[in-house]
């Protein structure tokens, strides 16, 4: 029997009698399958009929799945409804790796048997029923280093962080220490100096680009305060503060001077 009949025992009639169980062989699903059937102490004439059955077109469905890790080794998945592609595949035959589409906040791990990702789809492996294949996404979550938060020797300190994106959170970072974020978030915080230290110099920069002052005042004590804010953060961004330096005042005594000091 040739291979895209080959999945199904045929039917075997022998003068209208079914002598389908009377054969010998197995059916195949990927390849050609042979059968006899036996006919002994003839002493009439014998009609054989032999029906087979075409193999079955299965659909492989592929589908998007996003998952987002949450706290203590947990996480959360959203599964779109609607294959992004549907590929016939012919009983017994195998399922080709598409091209996977892009999903903004989200990198493509792979193609699996579930939903979150466990079990590699094997593509290797005969298609022999429908199946579904996730095309499995892990969303991106940028973190936040801020290299130092708090300088008292220059008089300065990086206060009040906040994230998100329509509703802020409050985060208290520490040194070298990365915090993470959603992708798109909005990354706002302030720097305040001291009275007595000089700021002229002053550089803000994310992963070596200086940042806009949002907004900057002074109070009726001299403490300064300078607002930024990183728009739509969707990659890991390293904060570093230079040019903060205590004021200092030269004074020069000439000493033929008429001016008393």
């Known amino acids: ?9 045929p039917t075997v009639t022998d003068n209208d009698t079914d002598v389908t169980a009377n054969l ?3 059916p195949s699903n990927t390849s050609a399958a042979s059968y006899t059937y ?3 102490n003839v002493k009439q004439d014998h009609t054989i009929a032999i029906k087979v059955t075409q193999n079955a077109v299965h659909q492989v469905s592929f589908k998007v799945s996003k998952v987002t890790p949450g706290a203590n080794g947990t996480s959360s998945t959203v599964t779109e409804q609607a294959p992004f592609l ?5 009983h017994g035959y195998y399922a080709s790796m598409p091209a996977a589409p892009e999903r903004e906040g989200f990198k493509f791990k792979g193609y699996y048997s579930d939903v979150l990702g466990t079990t590699e789809f094997p593509f290797n492996n005969s298609i022999l029923k429908n199946e579904t294949v996730y095309a499995v996404y892990e ?3 940028p973190k936040i280093t801020v290299v130092k938060v708090k300088d008292a020797a220059n008089g300065w300190e990086l206060k009040d962080w906040q994230h998100g994106s329509t509703r ?5 970072p520490a040194d070298n220490t ?6 798109g978030d909005d990354v706002t915080f302030n720097l305040v100096i001291q009275p007595g230290y000089d700021y ?9 680009y200086e940042l806009g002052r949002e907004s900057i005042k002074t109070d009726d004590k001299g403490v300064t305060t300078i607002s930024f804010r990183l728009v739509y953060v969707t990659a890991n961004t390293r904060i570093t503060v230079s040019g903060i330096e205590r004021k200092t005042i030269t004074v020069t005594y000439n000493e033929n001077a008429l001016d008393h000091v």
């Not at 029997?1 to 025992?9: L, P, T, W």
């Not at 549907?86 to 012919?90: L, T």
């Not at 002229?200 to 070596?208: C, M, R, Y």
């Open 178 to 183: 990365p915090f993470t974020i959603a992708y």
């Open 200 to 208: 002229s110099k002053l550089s803000v920069s994310a992963n070596g």
């Open 168 to 172: 802020m959170t409050s985060v208290t």
């Open 38 to 40: 036996t006919l002994s």
């Open 86 to 90: 549907i590929q016939s595949v012919e």
């Open 24 to 26: 010998s062989g197995v």
């Open 139 to 141: 969303a991106i979550q």
């Open 1 to 9: 029997v040739d291979r895209q009949y080959a999945a199904e025992k």
